[in-house]
């Protein structure tokens, strides 16, 4: 039986912590810098990066088994994937905007790292291909696309544009600082998410050019799909839809 080898992520630069500031109650920006982002690029809006975490003090740089990456006593290693929100080549600072929420590994990091402390990034993935021909942009998602969400919106032509964000709090809303039709969606239940989504897309007319690009938990995710393609007739072409994160 032959095993699929997928092909090695892009090695890791190694970068420290510069600053961090909060976006909102709910949100931290943590800025890292280093000599090896020489090079690093962001060529479209909404890409990825794969940040690796220090495990206690130390900084492990994992080796890539063909499949996944290990630690040299075989345990995994701590790495997730985020936004490249803005990157300042000239002084290679990369900033990351982190979603705050109860468990997982990086609230705790983001909260309690300190300039100088170490990390690394990997990438940045492909991002989304701006349309400037589009008639018309409807972007959507929860707390976790809001970096990509405001990074779009810098990119994104000057035509109609429609914004709906779920959020779990009202804490999380932030200015989008742009003149768009937005509306936020205060809903605590995951479970919620979803449909609180799709009904907050209900006066949004969707025409045939419309371009819709969202991003959120998976299965909230599943249900705007339902809706754009099998609902409100929205060509698969037109529509980047991406699950960020699993409840559970
Ligand atoms: C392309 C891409 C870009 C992304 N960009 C960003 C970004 O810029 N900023 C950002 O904050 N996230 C972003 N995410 C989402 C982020 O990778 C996930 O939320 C990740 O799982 C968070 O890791 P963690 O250590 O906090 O939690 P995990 O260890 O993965 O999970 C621990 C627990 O937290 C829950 N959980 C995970 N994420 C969330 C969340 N966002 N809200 C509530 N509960 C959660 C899980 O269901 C689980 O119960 C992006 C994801 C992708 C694929």
Excluded at 80 to 85: D, N
Excluded at 176 to 196: F, K, N, S, T, Y
Aim: aromatic residues 6%; glycine residues 8%.
């Amino acid at each position: 039986m032959s095993h699929r080898v997928r092909q090695p992520p892009p090695p890791f630069r190694v970068v420290e912590v510069a600053d961090k500031e909060a976006i909102s109650p709910r949100m931290i920006r943590v800025r890292v810098t280093g000599d090896e982002l020489e090079g690093f690029a962001i060529e479209a809006p909404a890409a990825s990066v794969r940040l690796l975490l220090p495990q206690g003090d130390e900084l492990e740089i994992p080796t890539w088994q063909g499949n996944e990456f290990r630690n040299a006593d075989g345990s995994s290693p701590i790495i997730r994937t985020l936004t490249p929100r803005r990157f300042d080549g000239d002084r290679r600072l990369l900033d990351l905007d982190i979603a705050l929420h109860e468990g997982g590994a990086l609230t705790p990091w983001a909260e309690e790292c300190r300039v100088g402390d170490p990390a690394a990034v990997s990438g940045p993935g492909r991002g989304y291909t701006v349309d400037s021909g589009a008639f018309s942009y409807v972007v959507a998602g929860d707390e976790s696309a809001i970096p990509a969400i405001c990074q779009l919106l810098e990119w994104l032509p000057d035509v109609p544009i429609s914004a709906r964000v779920a959020v779990a709090s009202d804490e999380a809303i932030v200015d989008l600082h742009r003149d768009i039709d937005e509306r936020w969606v205060v809903e605590p239940d995951v479970d919620a998410l979803g449909d609180r989504l799709v009904q907050s897309l209900e006066d949004v007319v969707f025409e045939g050019a419309t371009k819709v690009w969202a991003a959120g938990e998976a299965a909230a995710m599943q249900r705007l799909r339902k809706h754009l393609f099998g609902e409100r007739g929205v060509d698969r072409f037109n529509a980047s839809v991406r699950g960020y994160w699993k409840a559970r």
